[in-house]
């Protein structure tokens, strides 16, 4: 029997080890989001929609007929993005809308816009987001991890309110993570002036995101808007291939196997999708989901008191009435509540003015003022 050349023994193993991968990817991320709802002539707004996560999402709801609005901080690659998702889906309501949610200004100019080409709004999928990386502040003066992925969507959210009022029932889909488990609200240091570790502030904006999550849905009762988190799995995106350990040399050796073990932006736009289509979600609101199951979050994030005074720190420091006025948006308040008569909180560690945002004098000021007050 003639023996079998080395190099077709080594290419069977490859193809047998290349195919057994995909099966184990696939059978762990179990099947995707097929429910067959039609969302035809609804309207979407997707931030981050340019890549990963939210890219897929986006696609997504468009092949279901929604009319989507990219929500993205590049030009170029939003309209790069539109144009696969408009070839691969045919449809045309796919639409680039500069928005970077490091910018309270850029902010305001996306929701004035929609405002003028949109009677309401029916999803918002809040996922953009950065991860580690030295620190840097966003325009407004805000740690940059915290800005985008808290403070960003935050103004955004109570910007669209009531486009999101008008598409009643509508849903918020907040795109967390199971760091939030490590993370630690700051209350003395919230902005890591005095203190940064890039993971502290990575875990830190994603506990803010199921806090702001709890705050808002209280805030939502009786409204017909929903408001949930979730974690959407490890996913092979950006925003993971940029940090220190996956550029590691040992993780070039080990990437083959790990990718068996972590999902493609495809699968990691399920858990989303789920949580923002689900015919038996419509009332869910408050929740935290891991992957596509309601989960115990971490305790700092069911603690009521801290989710309070992050949503009214989180209103002061992106100046949410000052915004309101100008794009004569409705406030958000809890029974009882009139703009600015609660008090914030008296937390063990309270801010104080020389530990908040010390890049930006007005929101300091702003701040401290309420904060001294209380
Ligand atoms: N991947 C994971 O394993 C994982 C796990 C848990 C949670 N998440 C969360 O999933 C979400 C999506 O991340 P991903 O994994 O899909 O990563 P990704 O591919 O890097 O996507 C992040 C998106 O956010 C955008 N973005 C960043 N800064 C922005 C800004 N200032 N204004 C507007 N858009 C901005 C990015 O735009 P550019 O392309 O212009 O940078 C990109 O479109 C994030 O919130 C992340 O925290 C991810």
């Known amino acids: 029997m003639n023996k079998v050349p080395f190099w077709v023994k080594v290419l069977t193993g490859v193809g047998v080890g290349a195919g057994a991968s995909v099966v184990v990817k696939e059978r762990l991320s179990g099947p995707d ?22 890219f897929e999402v986006a696609k997504n709801l468009a092949q279901r007929g929604a009319k989507v609005y990219l929500a993205c901080r590049d030009k170029d690659r939003c309209a790069t993005a539109r144009e696969e ?18 910018s309270f200004e850029s902010i305001k100019r996306f929701v004035r816009r929609l405002q003028r080409d949109e009677e309401k709004v029916d999803i918002l999928i809040n996922n953009a987001g950065v991860m580690w990386g030295e620190r840097e502040t966003t325009q407004d003066g805000i740690e940059t991890q915290l800005g985008v992925n808290h403070m960003g969507h935050f103004l955004l959210t109570n910007l669209l309110i009531d486009k999101l009022k008008q598409g009643a029932p509508s849903r918020i889909v907040n795109v967390a993570s199971t760091a939030h488990y490590k993370g630690k609200i700051n209350v ?4 890591s002036a005095d203190n940064y570790s890039e993971s502290g502030a990575y875990n830190q904006s994603k506990l803010a995101n199921v806090l702001f999550t709890r705050e808002l849905a209280k805030r939502l009762q009786g409204t017909d808007v929903t408001v949930n988190a979730v974690h959407p799995g490890i996913v092979d995106t950006n925003i993971v291939r940029n940090t220190g350990f996956f550029t590691t040399s040992l993780m070039f050796i080990l990437r083959p196997v790990v990718w068996a073990f972590i999902k493609s932006p495809r699968q990691g736009a399920q858990a989303v999708l789920h949580v923002a289509l689900h015919p038996d979600l419509q009332q869910t609101s408050g929740q935290y989901f891991n992957l596509r199951e309601i989960a115990e979050p971490s305790k700092d994030a069911l603690n009521d008191k801290l989710a309070l005074w992050l949503w009214l720190t989180s209103e002061k420091w992106t100046k949410l009435e000052e915004m309101r006025k100008e794009l004569n948006v409705q406030p958000l308040l809890l029974p009882g509540e009139t703009v600015g008569n609660v008090p914030l909180p008296n937390m063990k560690q309270r801010a104080t003015a020389s530990k908040v945002v010390s890049s930006n004098k007005d929101i300091i000021s702003d701040v401290n003022s309420n904060v001294l007050a209380s």
């Open 188 to 191: 003395q240091d919230l902005n």
């Open 33 to 54: 989001f097929d429910a067959p709802v039609n969302i035809g002539g609804k309207v979407a707004v997707v931030t981050g929609a340019n890549s990963g996560i939210g």
């Open 85 to 102: 998702i408009f070839l691969e889906t045919e449809n045309k309501h796919i639409y680039c809308r500069y928005c970077d949610l490091g």
